[in-house]
């Protein structure tokens, strides 16, 4: 019969072993809401995100004006209750326009980034995975295609092709497509020289499974990284193009078009004509970058055991 000093020691042992049991990880929607509770950040990222896509989604039922629709009795008005964000030079509501903006930015963005990024990130992996003569021409391809900077890039696209929006997408996507390419490559690198991948050639796994099995899933986060940090540059690409007349054309209203061209002029008279899209395009940027690191640590197979 064990005395009561043996029982007492079991249980203290017994006590510890519980405590050094780790908790069982919470699954696919508790998993993720486990995430946004203990990510702040991450939250703040997505629920900006959120907003800017039902601002998108619903902008005709939240502006109260007409994108177009012009008073010349309040030419460059102050923010009032009538006109929440004041008026343009024209006497349009900017609120409105931010509003309507929001759907023509964030679908350039979205698309640009989407396209650019998707194709870039199948390429680099295939250079990456391959390597050989394939990965040095696709390396020597980017190379010169990185060497032309990206606002004469896509200022030569859409001055071939056209100002109108498709144009304008595939031009930004073209300047995005590059990077993707790079980081997606240098990933796929590391991976491939991985003791699971290597163990997975070995067994005699054939390249498609190894890849999308492997692969893959570990190109993930630097995927939602180089997307989210890719947006606001996209947005800010759109921007450019707009200032020099090239991008989005008047009267369809784009954050870009509004910081630029004539509202710069009347920075001191008007200041709340920039202000606003600014504020927009920042907050929108700045959400992206956050949710992106969210996700990143949700679907990075790395981080799942911690």
């Given amino acids: 019969m064990a005395s009561p000093q043996n029982v007492d020691n079991i249980s203290s042992v017994n006590e510890k072993l519980l405590a050094e049991v780790p908790t069982r990880r919470p699954g696919n929607v508790r998993y993720i809401i486990y995430y946004l509770r203990h990510k702040p950040l991450g939250t703040i990222g997505v629920s900006i995100c959120t907003i800017m896509i039902l601002t998108a989604i619903f902008a005709n039922l939240i502006a109260p004006h007409t994108y177009q629709e012009q008073n010349y009795m309040a030419l460059k008005q102050s923010p009032s209750l009538e006109y929440l964000f004041g008026t343009d030079n024209y006497g349009r509501d900017i609120f409105s326009r931010v509003v309507h903006g929001t759907r023509i930015s964030m679908m350039v963005g979205f698309l640009a980034v989407i396209v650019g990024t998707g194709i870039g990130a199948f390429i680099g992996l295939a250079s990456g995975y391959f390597m050989g003569k394939l990965d040095a021409l696709v390396q020597r391809i980017v190379d010169m295609w990185m060497s032309f900077p990206d606002l004469i890039l896509a200022l030569t696209i859409v001055a071939v092709f056209g100002n109108t929006v498709p144009n304008v997408i595939m031009a930004i996507a073209a300047t995005i497509l590059p990077r993707g390419v790079r980081v997606i490559r240098s990933n796929t690198l590391a991976i491939r020289e991985m003791d699971y991948t290597l163990a997975a050639r070995a067994i005699g796994a054939s390249d498609t499974r190894i890849i999308l ?26 921007a450019g193009l707009s200032y020099l007349g090239l991008g989005i054309s008047e009267p369809t209203p784009s954050w870009g078009r509004m910081l630029t061209g004539q509202a710069a002029q009347y920075l001191s008279t008007a200041p709340w004509m920039l202000i606003f899209p600014g504020v927009a395009i920042t907050m929108t940027v700045m959400g992206f970058a956050f949710a992106g690191d969210a996700l990143r640590d949700i679907f990075d197979p790395r981080q799942r055991g911690r």
């Avoid at 492997?214 to 940090?229: Q, Y």
Wanted: proline share 8%.
């Fill in 213 to 238: 099995r492997h692969v893959m899933p570990n190109t993930v986060a630097p995927f939602l990284i180089i997307m989210s940090s890719m947006f606001g540059t996209a947005i800010l690409t759109e």
